[in-house]
């Protein structure tokens, strides 16, 4: 099989801008949340978690249409397409005058953004494997986590000059220039002689194929509880700090220094991976993961929220932990699925994202005056993430790089 074990820097930069277009129509348009409920006239603040969580799920039911179809008729097509679909969505979400219809936009977007986003990671099992692998997906998502920095802040930015309309139409414009630089510099990565015929069964041959592999459904399962705690903290962190903390002004600055923590992780996983393995680093940082947020509920049962300072320090220690752990359960759920990687990342993708917009938008209903039921979750789901990893190590099904 064609896997070149090197460093190409215009690939990782390349799959990080795609993925990328995903994170900028997420944390760009957090500040915009409070200007888009009063326009949209929505009367319960809970319900504004939808903007984001509900992307999620576009992102998740998108992948098991084109992660399929990428591994039968290329990478680079079926990148495109996806992108056109954004591209309708996008003009949904700017004309709407309804709350209802905006999240119907949404959940489109995520749709259309699923293809670069999963096949990003699908070119990188087409040219990698192992722990070199979990190396290069680590240096992509450290390039993609500087997007959560900078983010809001240019949110922010465009409604003060605009409205939030605008953070629609850059997100397109930003879009089309990673399109057009995908185009021109980079080479299909599935030649057509291991691109699979399509028929009607491709999808059901390729999920059958899939649940063989224990590894790759026990660490999706895993990647799903953390994506999902996770992801109630992106729903909620706009209403935590400026509601619950009055920070509205400071909410860019802090969202994108937490960001730093995680892309801090990234890079030193990056750097650590190939020497001490994807699963020993993921194991290690998942008992962190647990430890931080467990310690978190302890020390602040009563539900009253510690300064903003403990609390930014639980966050950062808490992501820092995250920062290890994501792209190393893709790379390990990934590993036996080379031969079938468009497929794969589809079904990784879906099943985790499924399982994560539930469980976000169930905590987040309770974070109404408290972060408490944000670290609950953490350490349920923390946990359970634990016992995986465990029962995982003790029955031997692991495969080697």
Known sequence: MQKPQE???????????????????????????????????????????????????????????FGPLSDSF????????????????????????????????????????????????????????????????SIVVMFF??????????????ISLFDWKSIFYFNLLF??????????????TLPKEKRIKFTSNLFIDGTKEFFKHKQAVAFTFVSGFITGSFMVYLSTSQQIFQEQYNLAEMFPYIFASLAISIGLATFLNSRLVVKYGMMRIAYTASIAYVIVSVLYVI????????????????????????????????????????????????????ISTVMAVPIANYIGSFVYDSVLPLFIGFSIFGILSLLVFIAVKNKGVLVKA
């Open 7 to 65: 460093f190409k820097f215009e690939f990782v930069a390349l799959m990080a801008s795609l993925m990328s277009i995903v994170a900028l129509s997420i944390d760009a348009l957090l500040p915009a949340i409070p200007e888009i409920s009063a326009t949209l006239n929505v009367t319960n603040p809970n319900n504004n978690q939808l903007l984001i969580t509900m992307i999620f799920l576009g992102i998740g039911v998108g992948q098991l249409i």
């Open 74 to 137: 290329g990478r680079k097509p079926i990148v495109f397409i996806g992108f056109i679909v954004f591209i309708l969505a996008s003009i949904i979400c700017v004309t709407t005058k309804n709350f209802e219809i905006m999240i119907i936009g949404r959940v489109l977007q995520g749709i259309g953004l699923s293809s670069p986003r999963s096949l990003a990671l699908s070119m990188i099992r087409d040219s990698y494997d192992g722990d070199y692998m979990a190396k290069i997906i």
């Open 145 to 158: 986590i500087l997007v959560p920095v900078v983010a809001p802040t240019l949110g922010q930015l465009l």
């Open 175 to 188: 879009g089309v220039l990673i399109m057009f630089w995908f185009w021109k510099r980079q080479p299909e």
């Open 299 to 350: 020390l602040f049962w009563s539900g009253n929220n510690p300064s903003i300072y403990i609390l930014l320090s639980f966050f950062a220690l808490q992501f820092f932990a995250v920062g290890f752990l994501f792209g190393n359960l893709r790379a390990i759920a990934m590993q036996p699925l080379g031969h079938i990687a468009g497929i794969g990342a589809a079904i990784n993708g879906f």
